[in-house]
């Protein structure tokens, strides 16, 4: 996946910002400013967690995951990540199971 695939959700869009120093427009005299408009770069969607990287799975208890396998995992909102499980579905974790190589 290449950061131009990135469909940011407002979630996403707020973490950028956030990243970026925060919103400007209510103090420059020509809104939007350059955290609102510039494009996200790779560097940026690294960071954030916003393209899949690739982690161990340390915690399986429970779901259909095996510890020691590697997955990608993609960051989401507050202390989670998804991830294609054993069972071939997309589902939601708690990011403590894994562990980024």
Not at 5 to 10: A, G, P, R, S
Not at 27 to 48: V, Y
């Amino acid at each position: 996946m290449d950061v131009e695939d990135i469909d940011l959700d407002e979630y996403q869009i707020r973490m950028l910002h956030q990243y970026r120093g925060g919103c400007h427009c209510h103090t420059m005299r020509f809104p939007p400013c350059h955290i609102c408009t510039d494009p996200l770069i790779q560097e940026e969607a690294e960071i954030l967690g916003f393209l899949p990287r690739k982690s161990i799975c340390r915690d399986s208890v429970g779901v259909a995951l095996t510890e020691g396998k590697e997955y990608e995992v993609t960051s989401l909102e507050g202390p989670f990540v998804q991830a294609i499980g054993d069972d071939g579905k997309l589902d939601t974790y708690f990011a403590d199971r894994f562990h980024e190589v």
